[in-house]
């Protein structure tokens, strides 16, 4: 079954500064590839969705790699500011309609 | 808009209860999944619901699990017989249907205890 491997180790950095977050998968390379916010005590909100035949997808500061050789994303949050801290969730597809999740990776932006 | 709304948001029963644990989703999103979410950990597929198909169950842990969805709206997932090893966050989520571009819209999740 596929495995998602995230940074469990928090990533501090100073606001202004990019954040580059890394998600890594272990088996076949997903249709999809999905970056969620998840803050305390609240469910997930998705963020961004990209797909396997593209490279990089950009949203306001966000931008996301796909890279299938490597079988890995990397999410970045640019210009980052405090109110960015989360923690953040790399998804893939199945194969099926369900997600497998990665457990996340805690983002803390010093002002 | 309403998003999907979860109750109760927080349950807490003693070991051997049944409880039941229930899901509004976004009007007109006729795909509805349930996932779990213990501490520290990534969320666990449950079970899929879309349309009128007959559901995805392969996520779900035991027997003791078993959801339903009437209507094609509101879902409820059941646990009977609960153990401590259930209690997690249990979070349902909801997307319009067969396109990913949207991804998937959760909501807040209710925390379960099992003491």
């Known amino acids: 079954s596929q495995k998602i491997e995230q940074n469990s180790e928090a990533l501090n950095i100073q606001e202004g500064k990019t954040a580059t977050l890394t998600c890594n998968y272990t088996n076949y390379s997903p249709a999809y590839l999905q970056w969620y916010r998840q803050d305390p005590g609240r469910g997930p909100v998705f963020l961004l969705l990209?797909?396997?035949?593209?490279k990089e997808k950009r949203k306001e500061r966000l931008k996301v790699t796909f890279d299938t050789t490597l079988k890995q994303s990397l999410f970045h949050i640019t210009a980052s500011q405090p109110a960015d801290s989360a923690t953040y969730l790399c998804?893939?597809?199945?194969?099926?309609?369900?997600?497998?999740f990665g457990s996340g990776t805690r983002l803390q932006v010093q002002p | 808009g309403a998003g999907v709304s979860q109750s109760p948001s927080n349950k807490v029963t003693e070991k051997g209860k049944d409880v039941e644990l229930r899901c509004d989703p976004i009007s007109g999103h006729t795909a509805l999944y349930w996932y779990r979410q213990s501490l520290g950990q990534g969320l666990e597929f449950l079970i899929y619901f879309q349309g009128n198909s007959a559901p995805d169950k392969s996520g779900l842990p035991s027997d003791r699990f078993s959801a339903e969805r009437t209507g094609g709206s509101v879902s409820t997932l059941t646990i009977q017989r609960t153990q401590q090893e259930d209690s997690a966050v249990y979070l349902c989520a909801s997307s319009p249907g067969t396109d990913y571009k949207e991804g998937q819209y959760f909501g807040p999740g209710t925390r379960l205890l099992v003491l």
């Open positions: 990209i797909r396997e035949n593209e």
């Open positions: 998804a893939v597809d199945t194969g099926r309609r369900a997600l497998t």
